[in-house]
């Protein structure tokens, strides 16, 4: 599952027109939507997983008033999708694999999509192999105390495109589950070699006696979750997410990838997100440097001040 282009008009924030994606390639897989201050790269996010929420939604829909423009009525969204050969052969589709959503202050939304790709988009499931949409907001982060549903599927569905750190609380329970459960470690093996990777100082070696858990520095010294450094929890956040929901053939939206890691260490991470999952399209929106020069220009869309 790929996004090759958005165009909107009337969006809050941003301006009325079509952004074309550069093409997805196994190793060019990153791109970067760059501009000044209050541009609206945020903004183009937020744009992006609404319009796949209204047309076929995973959870709750967007507010209209957080994405129709000020003094305007209405919204349109127009999002042209790529597709694999499994997902065109699900799909079915007839014509091109294109939605619109148009999203009003007072009264329904008008959607627009082939029956196929709308089934298509939303099917959620954390088998690795169906494609996803999934948003790392800039308000990310492991709440200490959170409620999750018994079911966590069901419970990561509605969420997923969510802002706030709420659908982070799963994660301990997910590690749990993945270092103790019945699948012969396979799960906890990736989730301990990908943290590592984001972390090298660090390595998840278990769970502590209150069910969180536990990590080892180099020097042997232990630490539970609640006690990592804040680029550390982000290392986490990534690498337990990336395993849980099983992001492979997916759609990566990450506001500000370089958020609480030090300098460089925003590129490094995306570097072996994208080493993980190869074949998963990221959209980031960034103002730093060494994440713009991963990118390079090619893979940029630039946005002009609002």
């Known amino acids: ?10 969006c809050r924030a941003i301006a009325d027109r079509k952004y074309d994606l550069p093409p997805f390639a196994e190793g060019k897989n990153l791109v970067a939507v760059v501009g000044p201050p209050a ?14 929420e209204v047309v076929a939604p995973y959870g709750t829909q967007p507010a ?3 994405l129709v423009r000020q003094g305007f009525a209405e919204c349109k969204i127009i ?9 065109e052969d699900f799909a079915a589709i007839d014509g091109p694999p294109r939605t619109e959503a148009i999203v009003r202050r007072q009264g329904l939304p008008d959607t627009d999509g082939d029956p196929g790709l709308v089934a298509l988009l939303e099917r959620y499931s954390h088998y690795p192999g169906y494609g996803k949409i ?3 907001p800039d308000d990310r982060g492991i709440p200490q105390h959170a409620v999750v549903g018994p079911d966590l599927v069901v419970d990561q569905q509605m969420r997923r495109l969510s802002r706030g750190p709420g659908k982070y609380a799963a994660l301990s329970r997910f590690t749990r589950t993945a270092l103790t459960g019945a699948d012969e470690g396979r799960t906890g093996e990736t989730l301990k070699e990908l943290f590592h990777k984001l972390c090298p100082w660090k390595k998840l070696v278990g769970i502590g006696g209150l069910g969180s858990p536990v990590f080892h520095s180099s020097s042997g010294v232990e630490t ?3 006690r ?3 680029s550390e929890a982000m290392a986490f956040l990534f690498a337990a997410t990336f395993v849980m929901v099983g992001l492979h053939d997916s759609v990566v939206l990450i506001d500000t990838p370089e958020l609480r890691f030090g300098p460089g260490d925003g ?3 995306l570097r072996e997100l994208m080493g993980f999952a190869p074949t998963t399209q990221f959209i980031v929106a960034t103002a730093d440097p060494a994440v713009i020069d991963l990118v390079g220009p090619s893979g940029t869309v630039s946005l002009g001040a609002a």
């Open 1 to 10: 599952m790929r996004i090759q282009s958005i165009e909107t008009n009337g």
């Open 39 to 52: 541009s609206g790269k945020t903004s183009l996010l937020d744009v992006i997983a609404a319009g796949k």
């Open 64 to 66: 209209p008033s957080d």
């Open 79 to 87: 999002i042209d999708w790529g597709l694999t050969e499994d997902e």
């Open 134 to 136: 999934d948003y790392f």
């Open 224 to 226: 539970p979750l609640d």
């Open 228 to 230: 990592l450094s804040a």
């Open 267 to 269: 590129a490094r991470v």
